[in-house]
């Protein structure tokens, strides 16, 4: 045996460690960016005008423009949500969340009222805790695929999971407050029902995004 036949098992060996310690650095470097992410989203606000019909449409004769226009803030964290589940999958998915809870909780007062174990007793806690259950749901639907109905029922399942979990919490912590119904009807209506659409269309404009930036790192590593 020659001695560059030798070295040919030994080459290999050498780049398949290079690969082995390679894939676990930038799993990690993910991780970070994808928690990151979800910090910056967290006070990221931006407004949607769009048409609607007035209730009073029919009964009142002062109409303006303006009656017509109705201007919705959102904070794109539930896409960002959908957009970390797309890129890094499950498991790594659930890593990035609890690894922004856990900075949340304990760190930097990263959520959007602040941070600290009291955060735990805010009505809105129990969306940031839905999150890892989410990208669970939607992680195991993509498992098989990136099809456009695995992409809508990973959607549909994320965002109807992180907010019903959501409201749940809070009629807990409404409870444990003496919090009277009409909290729970505007709590309701305010953070879930009027978003619900939003998040669900921006999640999956997010989740698509996120598929052809996984195929792009995938490409790159090789």
Same mark, same amino acid.
């Given at each position: 045996?020659t001695?560059?036949?030798?070295?040919?098992?030994?080459?290999? =060996? @050498?780049k398949?460690?290079?690969?082995?310690?390679?894939? %676990? +650095?930038?799993?990690?470097?993910?991780?970070?960016?994808? #928690?990151?992410?979800?910090?910056? #989203?967290? /006070? $990221?606000?931006?407004?949607?005008?769009?048409?609607?019909? %007035? /209730?009073?449409?029919?009964?009142?004769?002062? &109409?303006?423009?303006?009656?017509?226009?109705?201007t919705?803030?959102?904070?794109?964290?539930?896409?960002?949500?959908? /957009? @970390?589940v797309? &890129?890094?999958? =499950?498991?790594?998915?659930?890593? #990035?969340?609890?690894?922004?809870?856990?900075? !949340?909780?304990?760190?930097?007062?990263?959520?959007? +009222?602040g941070?600290?174990? =009291?955060?735990?007793?805010?009505?809105g806690? !129990? *969306?940031?805790?839905a999150?890892?259950?989410? $990208?669970f /749901?939607?992680?195991?639907?993509?498992?098989?695929?990136? #099809?456009?109905r695995?992409?809508?029922?990973?959607?549909?399942?994320? $965002?109807?999971?992180?907010?019903?979990?959501?409201?749940?919490?809070?009629?807990?912590?409404?409870?444990l =407050?003496h919090?009277?119904?009409?909290?729970?009807? !505007?709590? $309701?209506?305010?953070?879930?029902?009027?978003?619900?659409? *939003?998040?669900?269309?921006?999640?999956? @404009?997010?989740?698509? @995004?996120?598929? *052809?930036?996984?195929?792009?790192?995938?490409? &790159?590593? !090789?």
């Open positions: 045996m001695d560059d036949e030798t070295m040919i098992p030994k080459i290999k =060996r @050498v398949k460690e290079k690969k082995k310690i390679r894939i %676990p +650095l930038l799993n990690i470097l993910l991780v970070l960016f994808c #928690s990151f992410l979800l910090m910056v #989203s967290t /006070f $990221v606000q931006f407004n949607i005008t769009h048409y609607i019909i %007035p /209730f009073d449409i029919f009964s009142s004769n002062n &109409l303006t423009k303006a009656d017509f226009l109705y919705f803030s959102i904070i794109p964290q539930i896409p960002a949500v959908m /957009f @970390v797309g &890129l890094m999958g =499950r498991r790594l998915g659930i890593t #990035s969340i609890v690894l922004y809870i856990l900075i !949340g909780l304990f760190c930097l007062p990263i959520f959007a +009222l941070g600290g174990m =009291r955060y735990v007793l805010e009505p806690f !129990g *969306y940031i805790a999150y890892i259950p989410a $990208v /749901f939607a992680g195991s639907i993509l498992k098989s695929g990136f #099809s456009i695995n992409m809508l029922k990973a959607v549909l399942i994320g $965002v109807v999971t992180i907010h019903f979990i959501g409201i749940i919490y809070m009629l807990f912590i409404a409870a =407050r919090e009277g119904w009409e909290f729970i009807k !505007g709590w $309701v209506i305010s953070q879930s029902l009027l978003k619900l659409a *939003y998040d669900y269309v921006l999640s999956l @404009v997010a989740l698509f @995004v996120a598929k *052809y930036v996984n195929k792009y790192i995938k490409y &790159l590593i !090789g």
